[in-house]
Every structure is written in structure tokens, then in C-alpha cells.
């Protein structure tokens, strides 16, 4: 099967259909996704898309309804061929969201497990456990038991456990989200670093944009089971591919606009629209986001700017979020400077043409130009 | 490079064989379903298949009553349904049995919950002096047998109404109304003290686990300890609560020996001695009758303890991630709290084993003097007794009957113990929901069959040969195989209670790290479950070692076991033999408790504080 084709490796998942039974909606839909090596690729999305499930797929401990999966050109999983490898036959890692460190196994027992597995003989286990745990900053905590040590070492010790074993593809379930923000952006620092140094293949899922976004070269975001966009975290959160990537990605959410309604604010857009080389008619929304709103004190000469009301405005530690009123609509903006702006005044604000985001009926995005 | 383009090759839509091949290779890497099916088949046949063949008894003419039944061998009748429930001679055979059993169960249910919530609660979560020590003392009467207590009562209750030696009441002067001495109030007062380290297991377990910040957030919120304690803890322990009801009510149900020694002189029957009666007067059809109604009250009580515990599910909250356990001050209820606690020690414990070794140590009970003493009917030679002409000690039956106890009772509960933390594994992981069910059910089942009601259907089942397995009468085998099928129950609830705590995780963080199937049973499912794996084979080990209602059917004189021993030995008039018999039985079960605490290296007193 494996071919020295260089497309060949990495991970290949194709026309994959999860189905739980019991009349539920596919938990993942014919997807199709070329994960290259050495690839730092994000499953993102929110609880209940499907992001789990395929990560667990791809590490055999759940099966497939259909579809295959090839790992390094060698296929691990083909209903159609009636192909199965087990999780244990993968020479994977997975570091679950929980840790999963076995509790009566203490640090150096823990990351020794799988080299024993491997009939690796005991000096050089030595040497490896003394590798890892170095590089990881945890042999202080050689012999103590899990439960003796913190959050933050425990998730050390999953991430030793793991790569004492040098697997191929590394799996991580949420690999940040049980830790405190300080030691995200460490453990943010050691992840990158990791996967530089071993150039393995990493795949990690999320619901969290943040870790999306610092962590991920690629992102898949998923929703409802179904691949939404692929593609380098800017392009997803600068060309969202539909009006889900737009409302999910961004810290905050975006302001939609529905050309169907009446109102002020569709009015002053289907101006500001015309100017764009499409089809009105094709546009069924808007999307602004908050950081893209140039806001300014109301002034003399506004024709191309909408006017607004202020409604409140809340200090977020460096930036402020200005709550618009546009004839009764209610707009985020971002700015990093209020001055002249208060609560209850009038303002006006426009959009640079890049920063707008145009979706059909379908909800897919409008390129334009 | 990336993409989810169409031109990805897609695979060719696949043969149904291939399909087929990929299912059966996912079930094979994770055979929980083969084990699930094998095991289902197992306890088919060793549980549901002789329980079965006893209740179509109950429906099937039964040769010796061709005549008056109206019918041949083996065709249904209703004639043994109407004879119990509505001919002449009911009352006495179901209907008062019944009321008698419904009065002892409530009345035991509520003075175990009331005093064993307390002491769950005082061994749990408050500063009781001496806390560790309570806990394992409050847990003694349930290693001793009950029909132990049944003894030590006669010792010091007995009164003129059935002969042998005089109690010490009597020795002092006194002669016991026949309602002390016998019948419903002392029978109630010993199940009572029996069950009750069951209610304080339940709940001083689920108290220990109690998140303390359910209370304060409570209190905050402006609510008196009194309504924290009825409206938040209580309800959250309910579930606790109900297990333990559930438990004592099904083992009053089950219980022979206390009535047959306390009943039987008043004639007092429970459905348990009617059912006994029936067996040993060869009624079989009528016994399945009464064993059947046994089970359906059984089952009933269990249904309703299920269908309650769903509703409690949705609510799980104990044992949340942050979890603080506060102890609570006693302050200057800590000595009336030491006294109650010391004081239901000494009323179930130490005054019924004290009384039982003081008879064995005394020619005439009750008197305390020199020459009253003696060590004859331990080690003594030449005695002037017809038989059993020495101590106890001395006698080679009561050694051969402790070494039949001690490997029947060990293999039976390590069996039971590792199929119960199987069966939990399956029942947890099954893909297959039915399979879970099932299983479930099966194992828990004789615990809706009273012992005595069990034997009988093993010996209806094996009695004969059935295909490859031969007639097993009189062999030690069927008696290692009910003892190992009886406690199943234990057994499976401590490993499906085992399994529901542990994810998946960490045999997933095993699989992935490469372990095989076997590997991960061995290096991480067993060692995780360790502990409950002591208390899975513990618990069996303490109930088969005193349980006499079981194996006093199943055992002849070539197998016996120390409590048909001692029953043998109460029917023959030596009663300081038999009590030094059932004093012995308590060693063993101690010793036995002492030996799976080492080897586990964890403490049953853990269980309930510490």
C-alpha cells in the first residue's frame, strides 16, 4: 500500500460517515480531509460537530460507518474493504483532554508503560524517561503518583507519556483547555516547540478559537458533522467560506446584516453596496466585523457614513466595545481610542470594502473581485 | 495540498461481506461483546436456568400429587396456586407468613435507617472520637452470621417454653414472657442489628462523598442547618438511602435461620421458615409457589428502587470535580455521640458474642464462678456426653468442615469477585444495550431468591445429569457453583459501581500507547480497580462463610461446612458445641477479612470513613 509518493503521508481521511444508530444525524458527514506530514491541523468547532469523533476515528477507538482512513498511505480503516487496524497497532499518541494518566501508576511508570509495550530494553527506557521528562521540565515528579501533582504537570506528564514513544501522528483533545491562562501560553510555547523538533504529524480539536487560531498552520472548522472551511487560520477569520465560520470564529461575535429586513442600517448598506461590482439581489447578508467598524464624532459632511447612537461603552483593557444604535438596530464596534466618544452621542462609522462579508441565501460567501 | 475537494479518491461503495468484515474486526478489538455473550450464557445457566425450572414447578403437576392434582406428571395444574393462596389451610402456609414478613421488613427498615444514617453520618463526616475504630467495630454484627444472634438471644432470653440449658435471665431469677423470648419483637430486634452496617456502608459512603459546598452554598443562600438537611442532603442521599431499604428489605426476605430458631417455638412463621417447611416436607410444588412469591416481592421492591434511582441519576452531582469534605464539629454533642455510637457497639456486638463465648466457657449459664468455669467443652477429653466425647478443638469433623469452608467459601468469592468486576466491565461498556441489561438482572436475581429457595432450584437443576455436566448431588461442586452463583450479586454491583466510576480514558490512553487486550485487563483495569476488587471477593467471601440458608439443603456430612455443622450440632442438643462452633465461624470470617484487607492493601473501614 504505502507508495514513496510524498503525498502519501500524513493523514488521508475519505468520504467518512459516522452514524451512532438510533435514527441520530450522522455525527460526521462525508468528510474528505488530506492532512499532510508534519502538519499542526485543528479540527475546530462547537461541542457536537463532529470534531471529537473524527479525532477518534483517526486513533481507531471508534469505528466508521464508511468512508476509510489512511495513515502514512497504509489504510488503517476501510469499511468498503473491510480493513480495521487497532488502536494499539497505530503507533499513535493521544493526549485526552482529561489527561487519562493512570492513577496507580506513578510519573515514571506512566511514561514507561508503552516503551515496555514496545520491548524496549530497560537502559534505553532509562535514557528516554530521562529524555522526555527533562525536556518537559517534570523529573522532579518521577516518583510521585499522579494524584500528587498539578493540573498543569499532569498534562506534562500525558504529553511525556506520549512522546516517549515517538509516534507519527499525534493526537491531542483539547489540548489547552484545562489550564489556567498562564500556563496556556506556556504549554502553547512547549506544543509549538514539540512539534518542531519531532516533525510529527499533530492534529488536535477544539472548541476554543483562541487555541485554534495561536496553535493550528491549518484549521478545519466543522459544524453539524460537515467540513465548513480549511485553510490557514487569517483566511479563516479574514474570508470566512459562509456565514457559520463568520459567526464562530472572532472574539467577538460578528454583526450580521439581514438585507431582507427594512431599516435604517439595510438602507444605508444597500448604498454603501452599490459600489460593489454584484448583484444586489444575490446578497442575502452581511457580515461587519466589530474590530472593522471605523467610528468617528458625528460631523458636517457624512453622506457615505452611517449615522448611530451610542449606547454603551465598555472598557475591555486597552480596547473598548461601543454598543451602536442604528435606527433601532443594535452593532458592535471595537476601537482602540474613544476620544470624543461618550454614551448617548450621536457618531457616524464605516467599513473598509475588504473588511465586508458578503453571504448568498445559501449562507456562502460572495467573493468579491 | 490540503483539500476536501471531490478529486480525493473515493472508495468504491464496498461489498456487503467487506462491510460485514470491517464490523466484525471493530467487535473483535474490543471484545466486550464476546465476553458479554458468554457471560450471559454462563449465568443463564447457573442463575436463570435453575430458578426457572423451580417456578414451573409451581405450575406442573409433580408426580407424587398425579391423584390430586387431576393430571399427569409434568402437565400444568393450578392446583398448587389455589392450595396457597386460597384453600383452607392458606393462612397458615401464605397469608400470616406474609403479614408476619411485611411487618418484620418495615420494622427493620426503619430502625436501620434511622440509627444507620446517623452513624454513616457520624463515621463519615463529623469529628466522632475514636472514628476509625467505630468504623470497623459498627461493622462486626454484619460478619457475623445471623442466626448467630438468634443463638446468643436464646442464651440469654430462653424461657421454659422449649427445653435445653436455662438462659441467663432465667439462671437470675427471671422467666422471660414468650413474646422476649421468641416470635416477631426479638426476631426484628436481631435482623435489625444485623442489616444495620449495610445502611451505614450506603450512606456514611455517599455522605464521604458529599460535596460540602452543596451545604455552604445553601447556607449562604440563608437556609437553617435544618432545612440543608432536609432539602439538600437528604434528597442527594436518597438514592443511598433507597439501595440500603432495598437490601435490607430483600435480605428479610431471604433470612431462615433467625426465624427457624426463634420463630418456630411460638409458631411464627415468615415466608422464609414456611418455605423451609415446604421443602422438607417434600412439597415442591408448593414451595416453588412461595419461593415465587418471594421473588416477586423481591423484584417489586427492586423495580421500584430502580425506577426511583433514574430519577436520581439525572440529578448526579456527588463526587463533582472540587469536591471539599468538611468535618463537622461535634463539639458538646461529642460525648452523647460517642455514647450512642459505643452504645449500638456494645448492644450488637460485644454483648451477643460475649454471651455466646461466655456459654461455651460455663457448665451452667449465667454464673459467675470458679467452678462454673471451664475449658472442657473446647479442649476437654471424656466428656459425659453420648457423643462428641471432646472439645471442639479435638474433633475432626469441625476441622475438616473449617478447611470445606474456608476453600468452597474462597474459590466461590474469588470467582464471583473477578467475574463481578468482568460483568461490571461489560454491563459499562456493552455496545449492545440488551446484553448490559441482561446481565445486570441475571446476576443480581438470587438476591431475590431466599438461599434456601435457591438450593432447592440447584438441586431441581442438578440434581440430574444435563448434557455434559453429570448429577452433582453430594459433590462438593454444587455447592461451590450456588455458593459462586448467590453471590453474584455482591459481586456485580461492586463491579458495575467499580467500572461506572473509571472512564474510558485510561484504557483508551492504554490502547493508544499500544497495549493489547490482555495487557490493559492486567496492567490497568485490575490494579485500577484494586480496591473494589477486595471488596467484591470480601463481601462474597463474609456473607458465604455465615450463610447457612444456601448450603443447608446442598451440603451432606461428607461436605460440610462449619454452619451445617453447627446446625447439626444445635439439633442435637449440644448447644455450647454449637456456639463454640458459631464463635469459631466469626474467627474465620474475621481472619478472612484480615487476610483480603493485606493482600488488597486497602481497609473495608475505608469504605465508611477514616
Redesign the interface.
Known amino acids: 500500500m504505502a507508495s514513496g509518493a510524498r503525498e502519501m503521508s500524513g493523514v488521508s481521511i475519505r468520504s467518512v460517515t459516522k452514524n451512532y444508530g438510533g435514527g441520530t444525524p450522522n455525527a460526521v458527514a462525508d468528510l474528505d480531509l488530506e492532512i499532510p506530514e508534519a502538519e499542526f491541523l485543528c479540527l475546530l468547532g462547537p461541542s457536537g460537530c463532529g470534531k471529537s469523533t473524527t479525532l477518534r476515528m483517526i486513533a481507531g477507538l471508534e469505528n466508521l460507518s464508511s468512508g476509510e482512513i489512511l495513515i502514512d498511505g497504509v489504510t488503517v480503516d476501510s469499511v468498503e474493504k473491510g480493513i480495521f487496524v487497532r488502536p494499539e497497532d497505530r503507533n499513535m499518541g493521544l493526549v485526552f483532554q482529561n489527561y487519562a494518566l493512570w492513577p496507580h501508576m506513578t510519573v515514571e511508570q506512566n511514561i514507561e508503560f508503552g516503551l515496555k509495550i514496545r520491548k524496549i530494553p530497560q537502559p534505553e527506557r532509562q535514557r528516554r524517561i530521562g529524555e522526555v521528562a527533562s525536556t518537559l521540565g517534570i523529573e522532579q515528579y518521577r516518583r510521585r503518583y499522579p494524584s500528587e501533582i498539578s493540573g498543569g504537570q499532569q498534562q506534562r506528564v500525558a504529553l511525556a507519556r506520549m512522546i516517549a514513544v515517538s509516534p507519527r501522528i499525534i493526537l491531542l483533545d483539547e489540548p489547552l483547555s484545562n489550564l489556567d491562562a498562564k500556563l496556556r501560553l506556556d504549554m502553547r510555547a512547549e506544543l509549538k516547540r514539540i512539534h518542531s523538533e519531532l516533525g510529527s504529524t499533530f492534529i488536535f480539536v477544539t472548541h476554543d478559537q483562541w487555541e485554534a487560531m495561536t496553535l493550528a498552520t491549518t484549521i478545519a472548522v466543522m459544524n453539524e458533522g460537515r467540513l465548513q472551511q480549511l485553510g490557514k487560520p487569517e483566511d479563516i477569520y479574514e474570508r470566512p467560506a459562509n456565514r457559520f465560520v463568520a459567526e464562530f470564529v472572532g472574539t467577538l461575535p460578528i454583526n450580521i446584516i439581514e438585507m431582507a429586513d427594512d431599516g435604517a442600517l439595510k438602507a444605508w448598506m444597500s448604498a454603501y453596496l452599490s459600489h460593489l461590482p454584484v448583484n444586489p439581489s444575490e446578497i442575502a447578508s452581511v457580515g461587519l466585523r466589530p474590530q472593522s467598524l471605523d467610528l468617528r464624532p458625528a460631523g458636517a459632511a457624512d453622506t457615505p457614513r452611517c449615522a448611530a447612537t451610542i449606547l454603551d461603552i465598555v472598557p475591555t483593557g486597552g480596547n473598548w466595545i461601543v454598543e451602536l444604535d442604528v435606527g433601532g438596530e443594535r452593532l458592535l464596534a471595537l476601537s482602540g481610542d474613544i476620544d470624543g466618544l461618550a454614551t448617548g452621542r450621536q457618531v457616524t462609522f464605516t467599513v473598509d470594502r475588504k473588511h465586508v462579508h458578503l453571504f448568498d441565501s445559501g449562507s456562502s460567501r460572495i467573493n468579491v473581485v | 495540498?490540503?483539500?476536501?475537494?471531490?478529486q480525493?479518491?473515493?472508495?468504491?461503495?464496498?461489498?456487503a461481506?467487506?462491510?460485514?468484515?470491517?464490523?466484525t474486526?471493530?467487535w473483535l478489538?474490543e471484545p466486550t461483546i464476546v465476553f458479554g455473550l458468554l457471560l450471559s450464557c454462563l449465568f443463564a445457566y447457573f442463575i436463570l436456568a435453575p430458578v426457572m425450572m423451580m417456578l414451573v414447578d409451581a405450575i406442573t403437576v409433580d408426580f407424587a400429587d398425579q391423584n390430586r392434582a387431576g393430571g399427569a406428571e409434568g402437565a400444568f395444574t393450578g392446583y398448587y396456586l389455589h392450595r396457597a393462596l386460597a384453600s383452607r389451610i392458606s393462612p397458615y402456609i401464605f397469608w400470616t407468613p406474609l403479614l408476619n414478613t411485611a411487618i418484620v421488613s418495615f420494622c427493620v427498615i426503619a430502625i436501620t435507617l434511622a440509627l444507620g444514617s446517623l452513624l454513616g453520618w457520624l463515621v463519615s463526616r463529623t469529628d466522632l472520637l475514636g472514628k476509625r475504630w467505630f468504623s470497623t467495630a459498627l461493622v462486626v454484627p454484619y460478619m457475623v452470621p445471623s442466626w448467630t444472634f438468634a443463638l446468643a438471644w436464646l442464651a440469654l432470653f430462653r424461657n421454659r417454653k422449649i427445653g435445653g440449658l436455662n438462659s441467663w435471665v432465667e439462671s437470675l431469677g427471671f422467666s422471660p414472657p414468650d413474646w422476649l423470648s421468641y416470635g416477631i419483637v426479638p426476631i426484628t430486634i436481631i435482623l435489625a442489628l444485623h442489616y444495620l452496617p449495610f445502611v451505614i456502608l450506603l450512606v456514611g459512603n455517599a455522605l464521604r462523598q458529599f460535596d460540602s459546598q452543596l451545604e455552604d452554598s445553601a447556607r449562604s443562600l440563608g437556609a437553617s442547618p435544618r432545612i440543608v438537611a432536609f432539602r439538600i442532603v437528604l434528597p442527594l442521599l436518597r438514592p443511598s438511602i433507597i439501595s440500603a431499604a432495598t437490601l435490607v428489605f430483600a435480605k428479610c426476605l431471604g433470612d431462615v435461620g433467625v426465624t427457624y430458631i426463634l420463630g418456630v417455638p411460638v409458631k411464627v412463621d415468615l415466608l422464609a421458615t414456611s418455605l423451609l417447611r415446604t421443602i422438607s416436607t417434600g412439597q415442591d410444588g408448593m414451595s416453588a409457589v412461595i419461593a415465587g412469591a418471594i421473588i416477586i416481592l423481591g423484584a417489586a421492591s427492586v423495580l421500584i428502587d430502580m425506577r426511583l434511582l433514574k430519577t436520581a441519576q439525572r440529578y448526579v452531582t456527588i463526587g463533582a470535580k472540587g469536591a471539599i469534605h468538611r468535618t463537622v464539629r461535634l463539639g458538646r454533642w461529642q460525648w452523647p455521640a460517642v455514647t450512642f455510637a459505643a452504645a449500638v457497639v456494645f448492644v450488637s456486638a460485644v454483648v451477643p458474642l460475649f454471651a455466646l463465648f461466655l456459654t461455651t466457657v460455663m457448665r451452667t449459664p449465667g454464673i459467675i464462678s470458679a467452678g462454673n468455669l471451664t475449658l472442657e467443652f473446647w479442649i476437654g477429653h471424656d466428656l459425659d456426653t453420648t457423643a462428641l466425647r471432646q472439645g471442639i478443638l479435638l474433633t475432626g469433623e469441625f476441622w475438616v468442615a473449617t478447611w470445606n469452608t474456608v476453600w468452597m467459601v474462597g474459590v466461590a468469592s474469588v470467582a464471583a469477585g473477578l467475574l463481578g468486576l468482568f460483568v461490571g466491565y461489560v454491563v459499562v461498556r456493552s455496545p449492545v444495550a440488551a446484553v448490559a441489561a441482561f446481565l445486570k438482572q441475571v446476576t443480581f436475581l438470587p438476591y431475590l431468591v431466599p438461599g434456601i429457595a435457591f438450593a432447592a432450584a440447584y438441586l431441581s437443576m442438578f440434581a440430574t445429569p444435563h448434557g455434559p455436566i453429570p448429577s452433582l448431588y453430594g459433590t462438593t461442586a454444587i455447592l461451590v457453583l450456588a455458593l459462586f452463583a448467590s453471590q453474584m450479586p455482591f459481586a456485580s454491583r461492586a463491579g458495575i459501581a467499580a467500572m461506572m466510576q473509571m472512564?474510558k480514558?485510561?484504557e483508551?490512553?492504554?490502547?493508544?500507547?499500544?497495549?493489547?487486550w490482555w495487557?490493559r485487563a492486567v496492567?490497568?483495569v485490575l490494579?485500577?480497580h484494586?480496591g473494589s476488587l477486595v471488596s467484591g471477593i470480601l463481601l462474597p467471601f463474609i456473607s458465604g462463610i455465615k450463610g447457612l440458608s444456601l448450603v443447608i439443603l446442598l451440603a451432606v456430612p461428607g461436605t460440610d461446612l462449619l454452619t451445617t455443622y453447627a446446625v447439626r450440632l444445635v439439633d442435637y442438643g449440644y448447644t455450647q458445641a454449637a456456639n463454640a462452633v458459631a464463635i469459631m465461624i466469626c474467627v474465620v470470617a474475621f481472619a478472612g477479612t484480615w487476610v483480603v484487607q493485606k493482600i488488597g492493601r486497602s481497609n473495608l473501614a475505608d469504605g465508611i470513613g477514616g
Open positions: 495540498m490540503i483539500g476536501n475537494s471531490a480525493a479518491r473515493r472508495p468504491a461503495s464496498g461489498r461481506i467487506d462491510r460485514l468484515r470491517y464490523r474486526r471493530t478489538s472512564g480514558e485510561p483508551e490512553a492504554a490502547k493508544i500507547a499500544g497495549a493489547g495487557r496492567a490497568i490494579p485500577i484494586r
